[in-house]
């Protein structure tokens, strides 16, 4: 199924004895799984199993965890897991994708200023500021530091 459709992982085509195949179990371990919640295969009109290629790759990983000696439990937790991070780790780029895009439209606006000979405008930095404590003890300001030449 190596097409260039990419839903076509998602087809389920695979009946539940080659789906068992497939992955090394027998086809009462698939039923045990599906009551289990770890797969979820989709159903003809008469109601029989149908096992897309991605399902068949979720239990090649199921396998292959029992087989590292995770119990069912623990086989779902740590797919769970692998949901949630994969989720996060989309958030998390399309986020530095925003990030990107709203820093390159602020160092244009700031060029259009400095173009327009707009100079009432400073770029400021956080690391300009120097923290001395005060001698009485309470909290204080910050001073300008003076930079290297003062």
Same mark, same amino acid.
């Given at each position: 199924m190596a097409d260039g459709d990419p839903r076509a992982r998602?087809? %389920? #085509?695979f #009946?539940?004895? #080659? %789906? %068992? $195949? =497939?992955a090394g179990v027998h086809p009462q371990t698939l039923r045990i799984y599906e009551r289990k919640g770890l797969v979820r295969p989709k159903r003809t009109v008469s109601n029989s199993r149908r096992y897309s290629e991605r399902d068949i790759d !979720? =239990? !090649? $990983?199921i396998q292959e965890l029992t087989t590292q000696g995770v119990n069912l439990a623990g086989v779902r937790r740590i797919m769970d897991l692998d949901r949630q991070v994969a989720e996060l780790e989309a958030k998390v780029a399309a986020m530095v994708e925003e990030i990107a895009a709203q820093e390159a439209r602020h160092v244009a606006e700031l060029e259009a200023l400095r173009r327009a000979g707009r100079h009432d405008l400073v770029l400021w930095s956080p690391k300009a500021l120097v923290h001395e404590p005060r001698r009485d003890g309470r909290q204080g300001r910050g001073r300008r530091d003076p930079g290297p030449g003062a």
């Open positions: 998602d087809r %389920a #085509v #009946v539940i004895s #080659v %789906a %068992a $195949e =497939l !979720r =239990l !090649r $990983e």
